[in-house]
């Protein structure tokens, strides 16, 4: 026992993985198996298990080597792997380090098919928006496919009973097997390097999806989108649907198909001309009618047929025009005569000479008046003086003295004596006679007494 | 005048198919509008016309030219092609 030399673990695990790695019958070696026990790490390296009928077998495929895998694993699912068996020395447990897998049979087809249409899609390269327009007049066109089979006489046979005129360019190419993709992939590319043709058609007849297979591949898929030609994809039958159907700008059922959607028929054209001009005729036709109707409307226009009639319709208004002119002149004229009368009247009546006349007539009046007041007081005067002349003679009294009566006055003759009263005996009074006077003495006074009656 | 549309069939000559039938259609779509004056729809329609004979003769070259691309040493080269019916025969479906 002590001559024994005892290994460390670590060292039995490394020896062992140095002997594994070393068989090249362990290394470069495809296993087929069903997947289980899948996980994606975070890391991005996956772990499974790969199982058949009778065993199973720790697989790892890191990430290095997963991130090109054309799908995605997942548990039953049914693989190709390929790689090395190695040893996994912490753990003492030997497995396979996968570094290409593929799916397994038909039914992988399938899937590999519907996993890629699903990134594709995901991607947007199925957009509506990034599909190209097909060129309505295409002056060439530009057929990938292979140069024998049905397909290609099916599309030049088309191409030439719809449209002889339009030239065609044919790439050929191998639409099967390994190296259908690259060659359909550089078909297109070249094409779109000559630049010759405006429109592309790619495709096949009709095939199995293993014949078919290379219109489901990525690099055709991403070349046919690439193209700055539009594409038509024409694969197989009208059921058949690849990936380059998805991502051609048009999809044809058929190559015939295809054909048909790249040109435009050329009995049809012919049909479209001839309907463009007829309706360019009928355009003009109806245009012309529609200046001879405005022409004939104008000349019909009564300024032209009849000329004296819009004379006189403007005669009319004249003379109207005119009466009316005479009729507000008069009635504004008479107003300004009967306002000048008024205004007249009014000036007459406080005229100076009217006032002149007036006030002659006045003073010729008073004046008048005057001297027949003055005569007649002059006259009632004289009779009135001559009646009291008459009175006063009657009353005189030298006509009483005359009768024998006398007057006596004081000496003086100043005052008139009326009653013995009024003198003394002795005193001196003059004795007024009809015809002189007597100066006399009083001697004596006797009273008397009057009766009266 | 004259001379306007003279070059105007040169120009019209120099055209290609797509182009000319635009041009038709759009001649097509002003005159059907109606709003054009009568003497431009006169000449709208001259030009339709002789752009419809032209497209007309367009459609008539049969030219036949159909071409395969070959590979050669050289580069990329091209000789006619013809389908042919015997090749198809048993070769199925490609």
């Known amino acids: 026992m002590d001559q024994q030399k005892v290994m460390s673990i670590r060292d039995l695990n490394r020896y062992i993985k140095v002997r594994l790695e070393g068989d090249p019958g362990l290394q470069d070696i495809w296993l087929r198996g069903e997947i289980s026990n899948f996980t994606h790490h975070s890391s991005g390296h996956m772990y499974f298990t790969l199982k058949d009928e009778s065993g199973r077998l720790k697989c790892i495929m890191f990430a290095s080597y997963n991130q090109r895998l054309p799908f995605a694993p997942k548990d039953g699912m049914k693989v190709l792997a390929r790689g090395g ?112 043709v405006d429109v592309l058609i790619v495709g096949r007849g009709g095939g199995s999806l293993e014949e078919l297979w290379a219109f489901n591949e990525e690099a055709v898929a991403r070349a046919i989108r690439a193209s700055l030609i539009p594409v038509i994809s024409a694969v197989g039958h009208e059921t058949d649907f690849t990936i380059a159907d998805f991502v051609a700008d048009l999809r044809a059922a058929t190559p015939t198909a295809a054909a048909e959607l790249a040109v435009p028929h050329a009995a049809e054209l012919r049909q479209h001309l001839s309907h463009l001009e007829q309706r360019m005729g009928k355009s003009l036709r109806l245009l012309a009618g529609k200046s001879r109707e405005r022409w004939q409307h104008a000349a019909r226009s009564p300024y032209f047929t009849d000329p004296r009639r819009m004379l006189l319709a403007q005669a009319e208004r004249l003379d109207r025009l005119r009466d009316r002119l005479t009729f507000r002149a008069q009635s504004q004229l008479g107003r300004a005569a009967e306002r000048a009368a008024r205004l007249n009247g009014r000036l007459a009546a406080s005229s100076p000479t009217e006032q002149a006349a007036f006030a ?94 | 005048m004259a001379e306007d549309k003279k070059a105007a069939a040169e120009e019209a000559a120099g055209m290609t198919f797509e182009q000319a039938m635009e041009r038709l259609e759009t001649i097509v779509t002003k005159l059907e509008s109606g709003d054009v004056p009568l003497e431009t729809a006169i000449e709208l329609f001259q030009e339709g016309m002789s752009l419809s004979r032209l497209c007309g003769q367009k459609l008539e070259q049969v030219e036949h030219r159909i071409e395969m691309l070959v590979e050669g040493e050289a580069g990329i080269g091209r000789k006619p092609f013809a389908p042919t019916r015997e090749e198809t025969n048993g070769d199925k479906g490609e």
Not at chain 1, 159 to 169: E, F, G, N, T
Not at chain 1, 187 to 196: G, Q, W
């Open chain 1, 85 to 196: 068996v190695s040893v996994y020395e912490r753990d003492g447990a030997y497995q396979f380090y996968a570094t290409a897998m593929q799916p397994d049979g038909i039914g992988s087809l399938y899937l590999a098919f519907e996993q890629l249409k699903k990134k594709l899609e995901a991607e947007g390269l199925f957009a509506p928006h990034v599909k190209r327009p097909i060129p309505r007049f295409p002056r060439a066109i530009g057929v990938i496919t292979s140069p024998t089979g049905a397909a290609v006489r099916d599309i030049i046979i088309t191409l030439q009973r719809r449209h002889p005129s339009v030239p065609i360019l044919l790439h050929p190419v191998s639409v099967q097997g390994t190296a259908a993709a690259p060659s359909i992939v550089k078909a297109i590319e070249t094409m779109n390097r000559l630049a010759e």
């Open chain 1, 360 to 453: 002659r007539k006045r003073m010729t009046g008073a004046a008048r008046a005057l001297e027949l007041a003055m005569s007649g007081t002059l006259r009632s005067s004289r009779n009135a003086y001559v009646s009291l002349v008459r009175h006063l003679d009657a009353l005189s009294p030298l006509k009483v003295m005359g009768r024998g009566y006398s007057l006596v006055y004081d000496e003086k003759e100043k005052n008139l004596i009326r009653t013995i009263g009024e003198v003394q005996p002795g005193d001196l009074v003059r004795v007024r006679l009809a015809d002189g006077r007597l100066d006399c003495q009083v001697w004596g006074i006797q009273g008397e007494e009057i009766s009266n009656g």
